[in-house]
């Protein structure tokens, strides 16, 4: 129940809980326009184009953002025409303003990149007064969860969600002392950089995996750089085999015999599988959590399998889907985009149906492979590099199933195996346990400027 005199600005149940919570606020709020230095500006209309130089200027859109805020650590992207006024200054707020990432937050601080920025018309750039509120605490601000409910409450769901400039103006934000905005500003830094530390160390355990692997079977990989651009080939290697340049690159030939003077022998995977078949080729149209479980290819990760968005189909179309359900131990690998995942369907997942744009294999009962043995090889960087190799198509690329019956792996004894399996497991748990560890700060971090700021 809302009294009439209580109700302000908007009439809607979303708002007014909002500002049930504005209320509690332990210091002075105000609204984000009474700190504006010039008005808000939508960015630049111009369409990406590739990047090839960080002396090239970078366009800054929604997709450059990651979950924290923070500028994704990749070349980007750049336009033909760079308009000036749409140059990135030190200190300038970027909100986006539509679609599924609305109320997404960007910092920019010269510090941090060594090349000009602009940005795009699906973002909007506020500069305040940084004498009276620091554009870093605004930042942090939009990180917690006090803020997530005000982008709910106020963005406009017709259509897709959007913000516009005016609201944004009205973002009500509770102002400290300026000396009380930099302790929670420092309070975040100190979580962002020990997160980011902790997630260094998980990468580089992660990245021992390959050359532990390697190592252990004796594949000794050939040094590939400043391989020459023209080379001869017999006529009896294209001679009813594939013609093209890229798959008689001379560094295929070393990584294959690479693979063969390894420690094992080597075998075709297609002699060890029970069975292999193509996913589904549906339409797209999901219904509610009472229909039929679907794994997309988003959902296929590199040894795991990750359902957090999870979909369904209708019920009504299982006779379409045919045999195209997953049984616990099954493998599904990426047949087309990031080609050559691999991941094994766990006990949880058993009787999900499988998209068209992955292929579902199982070892013969007699097969003497342990699974994630076998996982982990087929991820490895050298048969990344020979899926790469065995690619066809003219644009994105993919691979059939004689390509993975094909897939040479060495076999060593089954105890072997399992110990290089369990160690890659352990290395895997420790890089987890770090993400974890790293994330559990930060959400501490966020918990502590929540207590200081809000009310009880």
Known sequence: MVSSGALEGRLDPEMNLYIRKVLKFNFEVKNLRTFLKLNPQYGSGEAGIERTSLETP??????????????????????????????LNDNDLLFARSGATVGKAYLHQLQNTQYPCFFAGYMIRFIVDSDRLLPHYVFSYTQLNVYKEWVKAIQRTAGQPNINAEEYKSLPIPVPDLETQQQIVDIFEKAYQNKKAKEA???????????????????????TTNQPNTFYVPFSKVQGNRFDPFYHKKEFDELENALKNG???IQLLGKHLQSISYGASVKNEYVDDNGIPFLRISDLKR??????????LSPNMKQELGNCFVKENDFLISRSGTTGMVAIVDKSLEGFAYGSFMIKFRLSENANINLHYLSYYLNSSLMQKMVERNRIGAIQGNI???TIRNFQIPLPPLEIQKEIAWHIVCIRVKAKNLEQEAQEELEEAKKKVEEMILGE
Not at 61 to 83: F, Q
Not at 201 to 223: C, F, H, N, Q, W
Request: glycine share 6%; aromatic share 10%.
């Open 58 to 87: 970078r366009y800054i859109r929604i997709t450059d953002i990651d979950e924290y805020g923070n500028l994704k650590d990749n070349i980007g992207v750049t336009a033909s025409k760079i308009e000036e006024k749409y140059i």
């Open 201 to 223: 160390k998980a990468k580089k355990l992660l990245d021992s995996i390959d050359g532990y692997l390697l190592e252990k079977l004796g594949i000794r990989l050939p040094d």
């Open 263 to 265: 420690y094992y022998d």
């Open 303 to 312: 040894n795991e399998i990750s359902v957090s968005e999870m979909v369904y």
């Open 400 to 402: 059939t199933i004689p």
